[in-house]
């Protein structure tokens, strides 16, 4: 009964995985893709990638998912449901929606998908942490990340071919929709229940729901004060510079950020105060965010990108890119899971975090040498049709072996990297507040990958792929620096993990 019930507990964190990573792609690789299809520049395929905003501040409406239970479901279920159902029908808006006629509209929609997917991602951490025993959770991880990935193979890669074959993207978003109305049901259903073992902050409810009311006041008048003052200083927000409208959205989240947490203090939201100061008391608290900011750094600066890069620097087909990014990088995936969860058996997690975060740096020449050398300069094979239910290939299609051999290092390399890069957010997790501790660490995890995005696309128009992969190495450098600087601590926290 005991096995049966340990399996039931990593079966749940293995689905819970997969609804995890699904949404992630339709507001990044996927809906890129669709940009790209539809021909929207390359620069602002770029800034729409600050959608993806609501990842790094999650961390700020964690709280609430803490101190509040929604009726009849419970804590960690009733949050699971409502905003896997509210996932379905935003994509199910987005679904019925076009860049290139209203892309106002359309980045508001996917800003809304992006906040509810970020919104499951805290349940979801929350949810991983209080259900498995101790003894579980470096298996629930590996098993997390792997349905994690695999989600993404699905809405990432096989979304690709799908709309090559439907040539609908439409039609994609509408399929990713029902799949999560699907994951609604088993979390309604199928989940193993959890025993809280520390109860939520014994706080006023009124007085926390003020709290978090002035943080967001506060995010507005910080916003558009900075905007109203860099526009009384004669700087146009609307202007065709991409420069100038990438310095008008960094200067208004550095006027934004303080002036909401300050409005946060000042009116008690106390589940959020609490929990940051239980972390920022911790040794190293500023060093270990600095580095979870740099250590996927170069990682994700080179991959921000990929998929534009392959459909309109290379030329390349959405279904050859599906088909080489997913269904051949799933086994490669799998191969990268299995080895690095090997090494970090005979490892300790400091050098698991240098050596694999080294290869991530490295597997960027692959793309360097992709734009480099161009399409077809190391020979292809040609993949013959194939069916396999989920996914079909209804014609001969040319596979490209300098793609293959890229995208195989980044997959494995990659995968090696986010296994170490979990166990140590885990290991800086206090136990009382895991939930938001998390949300907050793996939120400054995402800053690389979302503000990077705009600087990305507007860099990669102004020196060319080659010079921007080449940067995306160097940026990565820093992330090294840093594990190594605070070696000692990173050994320290094994004992924890």
């Not at 019930?5 to 992630?24: D, I, K, N, Q, T």
């Not at 470096?138 to 709309?163: D, Q």
């Not at 090559?164 to 309604?188: E, F, H, K, N």
């Not at 938001?436 to 800053?447: C, D, E, P, R």
Request: charged letters at 10%; a positive charge; hydrophobic letters at 55%.
């Amino acid at each position: 009964m005991n096995r049966f019930a340990a399996w039931h507990r990593l079966f749940a964190v293995l689905l819970l995985g997969f609804a995890s990573g699904l949404p992630l792609a339709l507001t990044g690789q996927a809906m890129q893709a669709w940009l790209a299809v539809d021909g929207v520049d390359i620069a602002t395929i770029g800034f729409l990638g600050l959608v993806g905003v609501p990842y790094t501040f999650k961390f700020l409406w964690a709280p609430l998912m803490d101190r509040f239970e929604p009726p009849w479901l419970g804590r960690r279920r009733g949050w699971l449901v409502l905003t896997q159902l509210a996932l379905a029908a935003a994509l199910a808006w987005m679904a019925g929606m076009s860049a290139k006629d209203g892309a106002g509209l359309f980045a508001s929609v996917a800003l809304l998908v992006a906040f509810l997917s970020a919104s499951q991602d805290v349940v979801i951490d929350a949810y991983r942490t209080d259900v498995l025993l101790a003894r579980e959770r470096g298996l629930g991880g590996s098993l997390s990340v792997f349905g994690y990935r695999l989600a993404m193979i699905l809405s990432g890669g096989i979304a690709l071919i799908w709309a090559d074959q439907w040539q609908s993207w439409p039609r994609v978003y509408l399929t990713m929709a029902g799949i999560m109305v699907a994951a609604a049901v088993v979390s309604l259903t199928m989940l193993p229940g959890v025993s809280d073992q520390s109860r939520p902050l014994a706080s006023e409810p009124r007085r926390e729901l003020i709290g978090f009311t002035a943080m967001l006041a506060g995010f507005a008048v910080g916003w558009f004060a900075a905007r109203f003052l860099l526009a009384d200083l004669g700087l146009d927000p609307d202007d065709p510079d991409k420069w100038l409208r990438l310095a008008f959205i960094l200067a208004q989240l550095a006027a934004a950020l303080p002036l909401g947490y300050w409005a946060a203090r000042r009116a008690g939201f106390e589940t959020l105060n609490r929990s940051l100061e239980s972390y920022f008391s911790q040794p190293g608290a500023w060093a270990f965010l600095l580095l979870i900011v740099l250590y996927k750094f170069g990682d994700a600066f080179a991959g921000t990108l990929t998929t534009p890069f392959l459909i309109k620097g290379m030329a390349f087909t959405q279904a050859e890119v599906g088909i080489v990014n997913k269904i051949i990088g799933i086994w490669l995936t799998i191969v990268g899971a299995l080895l690095g969860g090997a090494l970090m058996l005979r490892l300790n997690l400091y050098r698991s975090l240098l050596l694999f975060g080294v290869l991530q740096l490295v597997a960027i020449v692959g793309f360097w040498l992709l734009a480099v050398l161009g399409k077809g300069a190391w020979g292809g094979f040609t993949l013959p049709p194939f069916d396999l239910g989920f996914v079909a290939l209804d014609h001969p299609t040319r596979i490209d072996s300098l793609l293959v051999a890229a995208i195989a290092a980044e997959n494995v390399t990659s995968g090696m990297g986010t296994a170490a890069f979990v166990a140590l957010l885990m290991g800086l997790c206090s136990h009382r507040y895991s939930a938001t501790h998390y949300a907050l660490l793996s939120a400054f995890s995402a800053v690389g990958r979302i503000y990077i995005s705009p600087l990305a696309g507007v860099l990669a128009e102004s020196i060319g792929w080659p010079a921007f992969f080449v940067l995306a190495m160097v940026l990565g450098l820093p992330g090294l620096y840093m594990v190594w600087r605070l070696r000692a601590v990173i050994e320290r926290l094994n004992g924890g993990l």
